[in-house]
């Protein structure tokens, strides 16, 4: 039987990945990577205004502080020129644009 809290953030990262696969990025979900981000969402050709990559860390719960988490995904985003994104339950925050 899954853990709960696995398959409550595994859930919330499809569903951020077809939010972004609506507005037209392919998304890639780096699963069981235990990378920086969970979801690498890359912008067609014609989106000039948008053409950088963007890391985004999904968070199902808002219990904790995540500062750590953060510090290091917009270290990764900055060095290799992405945005990074923290997409909430409630909300969604740049972090690097």
């Known amino acids: 039987m899954s853990n709960k809290n696995y398959v409550r953030g595994r859930n919330f990262e499809y569903k951020i990945k077809k939010k ?15 990378s920086v981000a969970d979801l690498i969402a890359i912008p067609k050709l014609e989106k000039i205004n948008e ?32 945005r990074a994104i923290l997409e909430t339950k409630n909300k969604t925050i740049k972090l690097v644009i």
């Not at 972004?20 to 235990?34: D, L, Q």
């Not at 219990?63 to 020129?81: C, D, F, Q, R």
Request: net charge positive; hydrophobic share 30%.
């Open 51 to 82: 053409w950088n990559p963007i890391l985004i860390q999904c968070k199902a719960t808002t219990k904790k502080t995540y500062e750590k988490e953060m510090k290091e995904l917009v270290a990764i985003a900055s060095k290799y020129g992405c």
């Open 20 to 34: 972004y696969e609506k507005k037209g990025y392919i998304v890639f979900r780096t699963a069981g990577s235990h």
